[in-house]
């Protein structure tokens, strides 16, 4: 195999601009762990997190536990402040912009940072760091119901 894209690292660091928690409709897709964090965090029993913050997302043949958004497509967790959640946010937004499809090649990494303004700016991934996001995604897989 030839050496990839990120051999030497990619540059990441978040501007706060919060357009990846709002703007437009999307899904934040949650794994087991990603649940009982957040519920652990807000003193909340499982079922009351998902009741309260959670739609369940209907994808044909199985269905998905996504975080609620607000009528203007802002997360439910995204307030003035930043994520209510932070220290306990899902996989998917903790390892964001290193998500396999967008780490498929320079050409889709590019495409994703025209809206991210924090993409190839700041410190410095090594290869080494962005497997590393890229794994935790694999082993926090989100919930499937069947
Ligand atoms: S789009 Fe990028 S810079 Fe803006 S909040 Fe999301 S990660 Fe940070
Ligand atoms: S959980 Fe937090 S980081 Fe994730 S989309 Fe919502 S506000 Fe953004």
């Keep these: ?8 690292g990619l540059a990441f660091e978040c ?5 990846c928690c709002s703007s437009e409709p999307g899904y934040v897709f949650l794994s087991e762990k990603d649940i009982m964090s957040m519920a652990n965090g ?13 739609r369940i997302v209907d ?10 958004e607000k009528e ?9 402040k930043g994520c209510k959640v932070y220290e306990n946010r899902p ?14 090649s320079r050409e889709t990494w590019d495409e994703e940072a025209r809206s991210c303004p924090g993409m190839n700016k700041g410190k410095l ?19 499937i119901i069947m």
Excluded at 59 to 68: D, E, N, R, V, Y
Excluded at 73 to 80: A, P
Excluded at 94 to 99: G, L, N, R
Aim: hydrophobic share 35%; aromatic share 16%.
């Design 15 to 19: 501007q706060g601009c919060g357009y």
């Design 72 to 80: 203007n497509y802002d997360c439910i967790f995204l307030t003035e």
């Design 59 to 68: 994808m044909g043949a199985f269905k998905m536990i996504s975080l609620k």
């Design 1 to 8: 195999m030839g050496s990839c894209f990120y051999e030497k």
């Design 42 to 54: 807000l003193g909340l029993e499982r079922q009351q997190f998902i009741d309260t913050f959670c």
């Design 125 to 143: 991934y090594t290869k080494k760091e962005i497997e590393a996001k890229l794994s935790s995604r694999v082993e926090n897989n989100p919930v």
């Design 91 to 104: 996989r998917q937004c903790a390892t964001y912009p290193f998500w396999a499809h967008v780490l498929e």
